[in-house]
């Protein structure tokens, strides 16, 4: 097992992240090694959506949020480069103060020209994994800002706990999150980013991004982190959970959930079951 990280993180960079829910790590990521993975996901999406030809006001209300592909390490090698990154699931580490990670999952959210707000929400409480430690790389492939489909998190959020699912496919009303008495009437922080820098955010931090008002896809890929001895709490269905046979009270690792940090010396095992290519699953 590796002492040292590929990339070390400054100590106040861990604090602001336990302080706010949320922090940005500028230059992480090499513009040249960015401009690989980024036609990497591109191709992926690509192909992932091939067969769908509507124009976005055709879409669903979540659809307009974003195109969500997710697993993509699964069908696109060149994108498990970068979802299986040692060096990025080293800075989750940090960041959440654990020894081991696994990934849950990866997925692009390409918001296109004219999208919707994603709708202001809590990641972790869409899954039954409990308060285990969970982080969200958020990696911008664009010089992103409000009116491209920024993120914006409210700060201290994570400290409420978990609060109301919301369903942001909007299959039901939405819960109003931002009301929630739990947050004290803070305000979502916008946080503009550069290529080459990766925002993370706590599992429990509630966050939306605004639309996209700009004549160009936002393009942006997500690594989502969990702590190596999270079990599963319910037994609601979950996708990755069943699929790789995990029930309540198991750990939440097997066939599509590798262990990224430290890192494995072989490349994990790419599940025989693949998942839906677009959409939340
Ligand atoms: O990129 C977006 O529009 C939303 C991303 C998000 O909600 C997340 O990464 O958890």
């Given at each position: 097992?590796?002492?040292t ?37 591109d ?10 030809h ?28 970068l979802?299986l990154?040692?060096?990025?699931a080293g ?9 081991k990670?696994?990934l ?6 390409y ?14 409480p ?22 491209r489909g ?5 700060p ?9 699912v ?10 109003d999150i ?9 305000k979502p922080?916008i946080?503009?980013?550069?290529p ?10 509630v ?8 004549t ?19 037994p ?19 066939m599509?959930l ?24």
């Amino acid at each position: 097992m590796p002492t040292t990280y590929p990339i070390t993180i400054a100590p106040e960079q861990i604090t602001a992240f336990e302080d706010q829910g949320f922090v940005v790590t500028p230059d992480v990521i090499n513009l040249d090694a960015l401009a690989v993975f980024q036609e990497a996901v591109d191709q992926a999406v690509k192909d992932r959506t091939a067969n769908d030809h509507r124009a976005l006001k055709d879409k669903s209300r979540y659809e307009q949020s974003f195109i969500q592909c997710m697993r993509l390490w699964e069908t696109h090698p060149k994108v498990a480069s970068l979802s299986l990154d040692p060096s990025i699931a080293g800075i989750a580490a940090q960041l959440l103060n654990v020894k081991k990670l696994n990934l849950w999952q990866d997925q692009a959210l390409y918001k296109e020209a004219g999208g919707q707000e994603t709708t202001p929400h809590q990641d972790q409480p869409f899954w039954p994994i409990g308060a285990s430690p969970l982080i969200s790389a958020w990696i911008p492939f664009d010089h992103v800002d409000a009116a491209r489909g920024a993120m914006a998190y409210v700060p201290g959020s994570h400290k409420a706990g978990r609060l109301k699912v919301v369903d942001i496919t909007h299959s039901t009303s939405p819960y109003d999150i931002l009301r929630d008495p739990a947050l004290n009437g803070a305000k979502p922080e916008i946080v503009e980013v550069a290529p080459g820098s990766i925002i993370w955010h706590h599992g429990m931090t509630v966050h939306l991004a605004s639309g996209n008002q700009s004549t160009q896809t936002r393009r942006a890929f997500t690594i989502v982190y969990l702590d190596a001895d999270a079990i599963r709490t319910k037994p609601w269905r979950s996708y990755p959970l069943d699929r790789a046979g995990v029930a309540v009270g198991d750990t939440v690792a097997g066939m599509g959930l590798p262990q990224v940090w430290p890192p494995l010396a072989d490349p994990p095992e790419i599940p025989a079951l693949i998942g839906h290519g677009t959409g939340p699953q």
